[in-house]
């Protein structure tokens, strides 16, 4: 990975210069505007991988700038990292809610500043690998549809295969269609390598519920010699093939009856790799297979495999996909929801509660003193006291209840179709359940003084109408209960 570039914007000089110092000497590429004048200016020039910015200086208005910069699409996967003065439960939420991704306090630690940052730069660069991974993908998507679409007129069976399956599902459509195209009864899809000792039978003909069934190949000389070899194997007469010398002795030793005549192994590649056969097989008394039959199901599975592939890259995609928007909406030290998806949740609830007159509340959870577990302790200790405090939030909600870290050491709770008496009820479990943690990052958590304070937020209120009003309510609540002496919970 490239040095990363970090735009400070501060209007103190001795600050900025100084925090400039320090990240240069930690191996960043560093850029300073004093004031927030030419902040868009120079993203413009060029965006930095991280921007270090403070909302209280003099000429411009720092919350409007701030606005802009995350509306703005080309710097949507910039973190901007606010340092302040602000009091914090004043400034975390508004900044959060206006496109912040972290924000600390002045005066500050340095190396707290410095995990902050890395943490940041971190996840900016998980999101630009999933954005690159995904591109791709589309671009292999495209050709390979292309390809699909050229082979659509070999044969009337492509029809079907080149819909929008998945790979088990166009497994079980060729093997049917190719037996019915051949008038067979047994016609399956096993997947294997060369050198592989079990292969996986993906689907049948004769067997249409079957899935993944494993198979020992060593009971299957055609499938083995199709696999080594890359050739088609066609017997018209097992009885009279050499190949099954072997095996015949076992089947007769076992008193295994074989009802097969003939057999088709014909394997197939994908990525340019060995990647299975289709084992067609007539019973006693039917026609053999011919070579004819061959170079039909020879046709229709080069024609396959490119919808075959499509299939996968498409799953691959949805994969891809579903990693990316977690990965969006999901904290990445607690595993609980980010404040942006927080704020998506928590601005649907609050439509719903209106228009269906319902009850939701809103719990407010700070870490007591955890500015001195980290400095007494470690950030690693801190890290994993946070974790602790997020597995119990999440083991004492419900599944309709959303668990977020809010920024810092808060998180929020949000309880759909609750009122006040059992959200206050549900904050004291959870008060209780932080004090009692056992243990925490291998020390016992009383030592650490983990302890939390609640404040809690119902609608209906006069006070609420948007989804920042009722977190602002729920703030104020904290308050109290940290005035009142922490390890408390106020509505």
């Known amino acids: 990975m490239d040095r990363a570039r970090i735009l400070i914007a501060d209007e103190d000089d001795v600050l900025a210069r100084t925090i400039s110092w320090l990240l240069k000497e930690q191996g960043f590429d560093v850029a300073v505007t004093l004031g927030g004048e030419r902040v868009l200016e120079t993203l413009e020039k060029q965006e930095p991988d991280l921007l270090l910015f403070d909302v209280m200086m003099r000429g411009v208005d720092g919350y409007d700038l701030l606005r802009r910069i995350n509306s703005d699409e080309r710097w949507r996967d910039m973190p901007v990292l606010v340092v302040s003065a602000l009091p914090t439960d004043e400034a975390t939420a508004r900044l959060l809610s206006l496109g912040a991704t972290d924000f600390i306090s002045k005066p500050f630690h340095v190396r707290e500043l410095l995990a902050r940052i890395r943490m940041q730069l971190r996840v900016r660069q998980e999101l630009l690998h999933a954005r690159s991974a995904l591109h791709t993908t589309k671009i292999e998507l495209d050709r390979v549809r292309a390809e699909a679409e050229n082979g659509r007129q070999i044969v009337d069976i492509l029809h079907e295969v080149t819909g929008d399956f998945s790979s088990e599902e166009l497994y079980q459509i060729l093997v049917r269609r190719v ?11 096993v997947l294997g390598r060369p050198g592989d000792q079990v292969g996986v039978v993906a689907a049948a003909f004769e067997a249409p519920g079957l899935t993944r069934l494993e198979i020992r190949l060593e009971r299957y000389p055609e499938i083995r010699a199709a696999l080594e070899t890359g050739e088609p194997v066609l017997i018209e007469d097992m009885d009279a093939s050499a190949l099954y010398n072997d095996v015949r002795l076992d089947w007769a030793a076992a008193g295994t009856l074989v009802p097969f005549r003939s057999v088709v192994a014909l394997p197939f ?22 070579r004819a039959d061959l170079e039909f199901a020879d046709r229709v599975v080069r024609a396959a495999v490119a919808a075959i592939r499509r299939a996968q890259i498409i799953e691959t995609t949805r994969a891809d996909k579903a990693r990316f928007e977690a990965l969006a909406l999901t904290d990445p030290l607690t595993q609980t929801h980010n404040r942006r998806a927080l704020m998506d949740r928590l601005t649907s609830e609050l439509e719903r509660a209106r228009r269906y007159a319902l009850h939701l509340s809103v719990l407010m959870v700070d870490l007591d003193h955890f500015k ?24 004492e909600a419900r599944a309709v209840d959303v668990v977020a870290r809010f920024g810092g050491e808060e998180f929020v709770v949000v309880l759909p179709e609750t009122g006040e008496e ?44 948007s989804p920042e009003d009722l977190i602002a309510v729920a703030d104020e609540a904290l308050y109290r209960a940290k005035a009142q002496g922490r390890n408390q919970v106020c509505s």
């Open 372 to 395: 001195a577990i980290n400095d007494s302790h470690g950030h690693v200790a801190g890290d994993e006291v946070l974790r602790g405090v997020s597995r119990i939030l999440q083991r």
């Open 179 to 189: 037996a019915r195209a051949l008038n067979i009864s047994h016609c399956s899809l």
């Open 269 to 290: 590649r994908l990525d340019g790799e060995q990647a299975g056969v289709i084992f067609l097989r007539t019973l006693l008394g039917e026609a053999p297979l011919g």
């Open 422 to 465: 059992g959200a206050v009820r549900l904050a004291e479990r959870i008060r209780a359940r932080v004090e009692e943690m056992a243990t925490v990052a291998g020390r016992e958590s009383r030592q650490l003084g983990v302890t939390v304070s609640i404040g809690v937020a119902t609608v209906p209120s006069p006070r609420v109408n």
